[in-house]
């Protein structure tokens, strides 16, 4: 796809993300269903959007986590020796992550994320807080195998991937980024991962359709960024958040629905949406124990330790790298 001229007049960081945004959108606005991969929900906008979701009363995810981080540290004492790097799939949350480091004295932090100025704004951040704790912020998609810093790649790793991330992938996707872990991580590895569990539907409902509209206005804001930085002409008063219990695939589902006919152009290609249309923009799967257990053996990793928070809405599990072995 050749850039138009509205496209030219924007400034990006990385010239990459943007060509990369562009084929995403034009290939998944092609398709049918229409779909547009989740990751592009968070620039700058977006990324606050999603903060204020984590404040939501109805959005207990980060809550639940927070809590097991904070009642689960002499489990984690216990179960993860001293001297570990811990590397961080995602930039780190400013209340998580130090949880877990104040814990387990690591010898090294690794965050890795594909967005450079948040990566280095939060690893330095952190450094503050651990003064002696040696920091390698790396800027890299870690969906794919990373190769750590020397000083990190000594030592044995143990991965941190919090938030129940892994849930906005479908199966395949979700095993291929777990066994990229174990390739970045080595075969000695841990690995500490939030995954959401499957409940009453409402509950669900509810914390991916909040009565503020917070989530709908993070769902908008992938349309209107998409206006904004691929010379878009999306009528963003014709669409309409929609969250809704996929009980087939166990996920909730966020769809952009167009309340009439419309006609839009991207990037210089002509779509449309008929009436009742969607856009499907997010999957976030949701686990029971069976669930997450195949998905952590499929992808080379062998459950250690499983913690739920006091509502039992969230699960935190320890994970090491299943070492090669006959079975039957
Ligand atoms: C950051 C991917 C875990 O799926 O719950 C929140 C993103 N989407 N509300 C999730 C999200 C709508 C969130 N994750």
Not at 45 to 66: D, K, M, Q, V, W
Not at 169 to 188: C, E, H, K, W
Not at 241 to 268: C, K
Request: with cysteine; charged share 25%.
């Amino acid at each position: 796809m050749q850039p138009t001229d509205a496209l030219a007049l924007v400034e990006y960081d990385d010239d990459g993300i943007a060509t990369a945004f562009r084929a995403d959108v034009l290939e998944g606005l092609a398709q049918d269903p229409k779909a547009i991969p989740a990751r592009w929900f968070y620039d700058d906008a977006g990324s606050e959007l999603f903060e204020a979701i984590t404040r939501l009363p109805e959005y207990y995810l980060t809550r639940a986590e927070t809590s097991i981080l904070s009642e689960r540290c002499s489990d984690f004492r216990r179960l993860i020796a001293p001297g570990r790097a811990v590397v961080e799939f995602g930039s780190g949350s400013s209340v998580k992550t130090p949880l877990l480091l104040a814990c387990i004295e690591p010898a090294a932090y690794v965050p890795l994320d594909i967005s450079g100025d948040f990566l280095r704004a939060s690893a330095a951040e952190l450094a503050e807080k651990f003064p002696g704790l040696p920091v390698h912020p790396v800027e890299a998609d870690f969906m794919k195998p990373v190769r750590l810093p020397e000083a990190a790649a000594a030592l044995p790793k143990l991965g941190f991937f919090p938030g129940s991330t892994i849930g906005n992938m479908v199966a395949r996707t979700a095993v291929d980024l777990l066994r990229s872990m174990r390739l970045t991580l080595g075969g000695d590895a841990l690995l500490l991962i939030g995954m959401d569990l499957v409940k009453d539907v409402a509950e669900l409902e509810a914390a991916y359709d909040d009565a503020q509209g917070v989530t709908a206005a993070f769902n908008l804001n992938v349309a209107r960024r998409i206006n904004r930085e691929l010379g878009g002409t999306i009528p963003l008063d014709k669409l309409r958040h929609v969250a809704r219990w996929n009980d087939t695939y166990a996920r909730i589902e966020m769809h952009l629905q167009a309340l009439e006919p419309i006609e839009f152009e991207v990037s210089g290609h002509r779509f449309g949406l008929a009436q009742g249309e969607t856009i499907h923009t997010e999957n976030s799967h949701k686990f029971d124990r069976r669930s997450q257990y195949t998905l952590l053996l499929a992808g080379g990793w062998t459950p250690v330790e499983r913690w739920l928070d006091p509502d039992e809405r969230y699960s935190l599990i320890l994970a090491e790298a299943t070492r090669p072995r006959n079975a039957p």
